[in-house]
C-alpha cells in the first residue's frame, strides 16, 4: 500500500512551524508495518493544494492531507479536495451536534456559520470524530479504491485521530507489509551496538536491522515480512540477551523512565547536583509524571560559591584540583547522601563551552557521579560537539549510569 | 524567483529523524525576502530523488536538494542530479585537497575511495566549502537560468554553507521579493498584540502584518515590497513604541536572553528556586552561554521537605495554604535573597498535572514570584494545556516577569 502525505500551511514553509505531524504519522506507520513513501508541503491555496492531491492520488493507493479544516478563510482543504474528487459538501447534522457538545463543556461560544462550515462533509465521506478540537477528520472514497484521509493541523488533534481511527481503516485496507520490532540502548556507541547486532543477526539473513543515533543511545530497529514475526522476536531476545543491561526495559524511550519505575519500586528518593547541565538533569527527571513520588529535589550549584556553601566542596579541593574534577563530583555526590538524606544521587561537572575551555581541561570534559548510599561511581568523559550536545550527552549518560548501578543493586 | 526544497532520506519519512533543515532553510529565506514555495521529501533511491527534481526542476526556478552527498552506497544525490541534469562528474582536484586537509586536522583516515567519490563534481557545478565536513555542496546550473543546489544533511554542515554561501548567490540571481522586520512580543496574549498591530497598521495598507505563537510569547512579521523598506521600519517602530516593554529587544528571541544581558550589565547574580518547572528556568538560563557570570544557582525543591530545609518555607505556611499558594512562592523568593545573597531571583510553584489536581487547585495553577531585593512580585496564573504546555508557560512567564522588573529598575 503506498501512503503519501501532503502537509498544508505556509507556516510550514516559511520557518515558522516545525513540521512534527510528518515525524508523527512516519513513525507510526512505520511502527504499524507500513512505510510512508513520500511527504510534501504545500502553501494555503486552493489550488496548490488540489493540485498536489491530485498530483499524489495518481501516484499512490492512500493520501493523508494535514491542515486546512477549520472554520476561516485559509482552512481550504476541504473544499479543494471535495472539488478535486468531484463529490458535493453536505450538511451533517450528526458533526455538527458534536460539535456544539464540544463546544458547550468548554464554556466557548462560536459563530453558527463557522459551526456550520466545519459540519459540511463531502458527501461520500466518513468523519472521524476528533477528541480535542472541533474540525472532524475525513476519510473519503476516491476513485479505483483509493483514499483520501483529511486531518486536522494541531498535534493534539491529530495524533489520537491517526491512531485511533485512522491506523485502524488502513489495516482493513491492506494488512502490513512488514513486521517490526524495537528496543533503546544506552552507553554503547552506535558502533558497538552495529557490531553486536550484525554478528548476532548473521544467521538471520533474512532481518534487516536499523539504526537511529541520539546523542548518547541508539534506537535498534528489526524488520521482516509479517509471516516471520516469531522468528523476529527470537532474534529480538537474542539481541536482547547479548546486549544485556544496556538495553532500556520494554516501554522505555529514555534512562529517565526506567530510573523513575525502579525508585518508585523499590520506595528510593533521588536527588541532584548539577553544574554544567545547570538543571537539565532535574527537568527531565520532573518531565514525568508522578516524578513527586520519587524525587526530592536539585541543587544547581553552577559558581563555585554554591559549591562550597550547598554542597561542603572544600575550598582546598577547588583550588587544588578545581571545580571541574573527580575530587570535586565525589564531593557533591557525598553532599546528596550526607546533608540531603538521598538514597540516590547524581552529580556532574564538566565544561560545556564554547569558552572556559583549556589545554588540560577542554570543552566536553566531564565528570558524572552517581550512585546508591552502599556503591558510587565516578566516570570521567570527553564529549564531543557545541554546548547543547555536551550538555545533553551528560544528562543522558548520567541518568544511564544510575540506572545500572539500580539494575545492579537488585 | 520559484524556490522549492527536496529533501532526500528515508529517516526523514519513518520517523527517525525531525526535518529540521526545511524548518531552517523556509526560515532563512523568508528573513531574507524569498520564499520557500514548495517542499517534498523522498526517500534515498536514485530513481525517486531524479523524479523529484525533475518534476520541481520544471516548475521552479532554483531547486534546493538535502543528503545524500557522502561517500556511501545510499549517497546517490550528486549522481542522481548529474544524470538528470545531462552532466558528467568530473574528479575535482581543489575539493580532494580540501577534503585531505579537513580531515587531516582531525586525526580522521578514510579510504581513499571514499575521498574520491566526493571529490567528484558535475562538471559545470560550483563546489560549495564545507567547513564542518566533508562532502562539499553544489551550486549546479541548469537550462533556462536555473539552478539546482545540493546541500549535505546534516545540520551543522548545511547551516553555514546555506547562510554563506547559497543566499549570496540567490540574492545575486534576484533581488529579495519582500522586505521584512520582525520582533518579538513577550507577555500578552496573541489577540492583545493582533489588535494593537491591526489598529496601528490601518495607515499602512500597503504592509502585511503575520503572527507566530509560543508558549506565552508571540512573533510578528511585517512585510511589503522591497521599496517600501522605510515605511517598515516606521511602521515597526510605531508597533514598538505602543507595545512598549512587552517587545524585546533586537537580537532577542527570548526573554531569557533579555534578562542574562540586563544582569551581566548591571553585574547582579540572579539564583532560582522551582517546584512544578522542576530545573526547567535553570536550565533555560544555563543554555546561555557565559550564564556563569550572571547565575549563581538554583534550587529544585520538589518535596515540601526540601522547600522548609533549604528555602525554610515554615510548615505553617505548607499546612494552612499548602505548597501551592502566594503565601510559599513568596517565602521561596525571599530565601534567595535572605539565605543565597541573590540579587535577582525567580521562585515558582505549581501543579503541572496530569495529576494532583484539586476543584480548588486545579491542574495548571501556577504561582510566580520575582523580583529584585527592592522590588518583588507574586503573580497567579491558570495555565492551559497539558503537562509539558504547562511547565513551558511558567517557565517563560517567569522569566518575562523578572525581565519587565529588571526594565523597570533601571
Known amino acids: 500500500m503506498n501512503i503519501h502525505l501532503v502537509c498544508t500551511g505556509t507556516e510550514l514553509l516559511i520557518g515558522h512551524t516545525?513540521?512534527?505531524?510528518?515525524?508523527?504519522?512516519?513513525?507510526?506507520?512505520?511502527?504499524?508495518?507500513?512505510?510512508?513513501?513520500?511527504?510534501?508541503?504545500?502553501?494555503?491555496?486552493?489550488?496548490?493544494?488540489?493540485?498536489?492531491?491530485?498530483?499524489?492520488?495518481?501516484?499512490?493507493?492512500?493520501?493523508?492531507?494535514?491542515?486546512?479544516?477549520?472554520?476561516?478563510?485559509?482552512?481550504?482543504?476541504?473544499?479543494?479536495?471535495?472539488?478535486?474528487?468531484?463529490?458535493?459538501?453536505?450538511?451533517?447534522?450528526?458533526?455538527?451536534?458534536?460539535?456544539?457538545?464540544?463546544?458547550?463543556?468548554?464554556?466557548?461560544?462560536?459563530?453558527?456559520?463557522?459551526?456550520?462550515?466545519?459540519?459540511?462533509?463531502?458527501?461520500?465521506?466518513t468523519p472521524l470524530l476528533n477528541r480535542n478540537g472541533t474540525a472532524p477528520g475525513l476519510w473519503c472514497p476516491a476513485s479505483g479504491g483509493k483514499v483520501v484521509v483529511m486531518l486536522p493541523g494541531p498535534p493534539r488533534e491529530l495524533q489520537p485521530m491517526f491512531q485511533e481511527q485512522v491506523l485502524p481503516r488502513l489495516r482493513e485496507l491492506a494488512p502490513p507489509e512488514v513486521a517490526r520490532v524495537a528496543f533503546s540502548v544506552c552507553g554503547l556507541p552506535e558502533s558497538a551496538v552495529a557490531e553486536v547486532v550484525e554478528r548476532e543477526l548473521a544467521p538471520f539473513a533474512d532481518i534487516e536491522p536499523a539504526y537511529c543515533a541520539r546523542p548518547a543511545q541508539v534506537e535498534v530497529r528489526l524488520s521482516a515480512t509479517p509471516a516471520l514475526k516469531a522468528r523476529l522476536e527470537l532474534a529480538r531476545a537474542r539481541l536482547m540477551e547479548c546486549l544485556g543491561d544496556a538495553v532500556l526495559p520494554a516501554g522505555c524511550s529514555e534512562p529517565a523512565?526506567?530510573?523513575?519505575?525502579?525508585?518508585?519500586?523499590?520506595?528510593?528518593?533521588?536527588?541532584?547536583?548539577?553544574?554544567?547541565?545547570?538543571?537539565?538533569?532535574?527537568?527531565?527527571?520532573?518531565?514525568?509524571?508522578?516524578?513527586?513520588?520519587?524525587?526530592?529535589?536539585?541543587?544547581?550549584?553552577?559558581?563555585?560559591?554554591?559549591?562550597?556553601?550547598?554542597?561542603?566542596?572544600?575550598?582546598?579541593?577547588?583550588?587544588?584540583?578545581?571545580?571541574?574534577?573527580?575530587?570535586?563530583?565525589?564531593?557533591?555526590?557525598?553532599?546528596?547522601?550526607?546533608?540531603?538524606?538521598?538514597?540516590?544521587?547524581?552529580?556532574?561537572?564538566?565544561?560545556?563551552?564554547?569558552?572556559?575551555?583549556?589545554?588540560?581541561?577542554?570543552?566536553?570534559?566531564?565528570?558524572?557521579?552517581?550512585?546508591?548510599?552502599?556503591?558510587?561511581?565516578?566516570?570521567?568523559?570527553?564529549?564531543?560537539?557545541?554546548?547543547?550536545?555536551?550538555r545533553q550527552r551528560t544528562v543522558t549518560t548520567a541518568l544511564n549510569q544510575l540506572r545500572l548501578q539500580l539494575l545492579q543493586a537488585r
Open 257 to 390: 523512565q526506567a530510573v523513575g519505575s525502579m525508585l518508585l519500586e523499590r520506595r528510593l528518593w533521588v536527588a541532584t547536583a548539577e553544574s554544567c547541565t545547570g538543571g537539565w538533569i532535574a527537568k527531565t527527571l520532573t518531565d514525568l509524571p508522578g516524578a513527586s513520588a520519587w524525587f526530592s529535589g536539585g541543587l544547581v550549584t553552577y559558581s563555585n560559591d554554591w559549591k562550597e556553601c550547598l554542597l561542603d566542596v572544600p575550598e582546598a579541593i577547588l583550588n587544588d584540583y578545581g571545580a571541574v574534577s573527580a575530587e570535586t563530583v565525589t564531593a557533591m555526590l557525598e553532599a546528596l547522601f550526607r546533608r540531603y538524606e538521598a538514597d540516590a544521587g547524581m552529580a556532574v561537572t564538566g565544561i560545556a563551552g564554547p569558552a572556559g575551555g583549556t589545554a588540560d581541561k577542554p570543552v566536553g570534559l566531564v565528570y558524572i557521579a552517581t550512585g546508591l548510599r552502599a556503591q558510587r561511581q565516578v566516570s570521567r568523559h570527553l564529549f564531543p560537539g557545541n554546548r547543547d550536545s555536551v
Open 18 to 125: 516545525l513540521n512534527t505531524n510528518q515525524h508523527f504519522i512516519g513513525g507510526c506507520l512505520d511502527a504499524a508495518g507500513y512505510r510512508l513513501a513520500a511527504e510534501r508541503c504545500v502553501p494555503d491555496t486552493g489550488a496548490a493544494i488540489a493540485a498536489a492531491v491530485r498530483e499524489e492520488l495518481a501516484r499512490a493507493d492512500v493520501v493523508i492531507t494535514i491542515g486546512g479544516l477549520g472554520p476561516t478563510t485559509d482552512d481550504l482543504t476541504r473544499d479543494s479536495v471535495a472539488r478535486e474528487l468531484g463529490v458535493p459538501l453536505k450538511y451533517h447534522p450528526d458533526v455538527h451536534a458534536v460539535i456544539t457538545a464540544y463546544l458547550a463543556g468548554r464554556n466557548v461560544t462560536v459563530p453558527a456559520e463557522s459551526l456550520r462550515i466545519q459540519a459540511m462533509v463531502p458527501e461520500n465521506a
